[in-house]
């Protein structure tokens, strides 16, 4: 055995659901909610994964699973990776983000098109290899094609980069700051990790988050309650269930 190879690996298991080339991995569970009721899928048509659940639907015109809800880079790359021994190929990300960039509002909704690394996941999946000065990267034909829908779909959004850490409580002005003239637009927790193992494991990953709260002028402005938030959301659920059916 080559001595960076891993003693442990995700394998299939006993009774693996049928591959869907195509997973959407659901970070908050009112949004995993959202769109499990968008297509009429109950628990009859799910399993537990993790301290997660997967959706399977039945419906041939959904050929794709749902995964959520969860938290932080090390758990959603657990996810990815049982996604990918049973077969998925193409992961789309969805969740929320604070605005860092003042240009970025309650609400909004951000295509990342790439992600600085401030989490420990990423360095065990060669992100060094496959991305320059810290920052992981998208699958550029998965990212373009979800920024052509919704163009397409009249959803107007911001594209850039996005910031992941593992502390969201060590969000310091001094970070913000540096961020900030990085061009970066929102900080979250799962998407650097994301892309880096999707790329380890060749496989296309990309993301959407939805602002749920503001830190760009260094004090927190919560915005869990706003209903430009909860519209957003749910039009970044039915969004992205068309997306996924056409991928």
């Known amino acids: 055995m080559n ?8 394998v299939k298991g006993r009774n693996p659901p049928d591959p ?18 968008l297509i009429n899928i109950g628990d009859d048509q799910s399993r537990v994964l993790h301290n997660s659940r ?9 050929n794709f699973s749902i995964t959520g809800p969860f938290a932080g880079a090390p758990y959603a790359v657990m996810l990815l990776e049982t996604l990918t021994a049973w077969g998925a190929s193409r992961i789309m990300f969805y969740g929320w983000c604070g605005a860092v960039s003042d240009s970025v509002k309650i609400g909004d909704i951000i295509v990342a098109t790439s992600a600085f690394v401030d989490e420990g996941t990423s360095k065990h999946y060669g992100y060094n290899e496959f991305s320059a000065n810290g920052v992981a990267l998208p699958s550029s034909d998965l990212t373009e094609r979800i ?5 397409q779909s009249g959803l107007l959004f911001h594209e850039g980069p996005v910031w992941t850490t593992d502390a969201i409580y060590r969000e310091t002005p001094g970070k913000v700051v540096y961020y900030k003239e990085k061009n970066v637009l929102g900080v979250e927790m799962e998407l650097s990790a994301i892309y880096s193992a999707a790329r380890f494991r060749n496989i296309e990953a990309a993301g959407i988050l939805v602002v749920s709260d503001e830190i760009s002028a260094m004090k927190w402005r919560p915005g869990f309650r706003e209903i430009r938030f909860k519209e957003s959301r749910i039009a970044a659920c039915e969004a992205l269930i068309k997306i996924c059916q056409i991928l």
Request: charged residues 30%.
């Open 3 to 10: 001595k960076e190879d891993a003693i442990v690996n995700p």
């Open 20 to 37: 869907k080339p195509v997973a959407l991995m659901v970070s908050s569970k009112t949004d995993l909610d959202c769109i499990c009721n």
């Open 54 to 62: 997967f959706f399977s639907p039945k419906d041939s015109d959904y």
């Open 147 to 151: 920024k052509g829908f919704l163009r």
